[in-house]
């Protein structure tokens, strides 16, 4: 049972252009989550967190988003840069709990 | 960067051999995951550890097991390695210094292993 999950596999997006990545989440006990990035052939890279006391948290280009009520939290680039084409990984933690939970990845294609 | 090195950074191997894979760090952090990572299946938990000799397993630990011996080092080894193993694994670790609680619970990534078993 997927507890975290990310329903699009892959995303293209001209660059300049605002980048949405989408996360929902079945377990109500999560009230941590985190976005984290991945080039190839490298470990994955924190990117932004956001705890459940909140609905927004921004850092530079990047805001992610948490919808409580529905489960569902979005990660927002803008503008997106070639850079920015990487795998972007969902997670969720539990209060008390040392683990964090993964969704399957988004992988997002900046192009010109 | 967390300090962080895994080795080694590649390896192929062949069905039934024993495979041990290696995570250090440099910053005495209490908390150490090893992780696998496979397309469509995202950064699955395989065991982790709070401390020296105190680790638990994770959601996919059939086949796998760790020691700690010490702080710095966390190994991860494939008693009799099968095709289904091949895969890219990564270790992490969480900050020390944060207390439980969700607020804390980041984790930094090593470079990653790509195993592949024959």
């Known amino acids: 049972d997927q507890q975290v999950k990310q329903n699009s596999p892959s995303l293209s997006v001209q660059e300049g252009r605002i980048s949405i990545l989408n996360c929902d989440y079945t377990?109500?006990?999560?009230?941590?989550f985190l976005w984290y990035k991945k080039y190839p052939a490298e470990g994955p890279t924190f990117l932004i967190s956001?705890?459940?006391?909140?609905d927004k948290n921004e850092d530079g280009r990047f805001t992610v988003f948490l919808n409580k009520s529905a489960k569902h939290l979005s990660l927002h680039i803008v503008p997106s840069q070639p850079g920015d084409s990487a795998v972007y990984f969902c997670?969720?933690?539990?209060?008390?709990?040392?683990?964090?939970?993964f969704g399957t990845g988004t992988r997002l294609q900046v192009f010109p | 960067d967390a300090g962080i090195t895994q080795s080694p950074r590649h390896k192929v191997t062949e069905t039934g051999t024993p495979v041990t894979l290696r995570c250090h760090q440099t910053?005495?952090?209490?908390?150490m995951y090893w992780y696998r990572q496979d397309p469509g299946h995202g950064l699955r938990l395989i065991h982790y550890?709070?401390?020296?000799?105190?680790?638990d397993k994770g959601e996919v630990s059939d086949g796998y097991s760790v020691s700690r011996s010490k702080t710095e080092d966390f190994l991860l080894t494939l008693e009799s390695a099968t095709s289904s193993q091949t895969s890219v694994y990564f270790c992490?670790?969480?900050?020390?210094?944060?207390?439980?609680?969700?607020?804390?619970?980041?984790?930094?990534f090593g470079p990653g292993t790509r195993l592949t078993v024959l």
């Open positions: 992490a670790i969480r900050p020390s210094g944060r207390g439980l609680g969700s607020s804390y619970n980041e984790q930094f």
């Open positions: 956001i705890s459940s006391i909140k």
């Open positions: 550890s709070y401390g020296v000799k105190d680790t």
């Open positions: 997670a969720a933690s539990a209060t008390n709990t040392d683990k964090l939970i």
């Open positions: 910053e005495n952090h209490r908390y």
């Open positions: 377990n109500s006990m999560f009230d941590y």
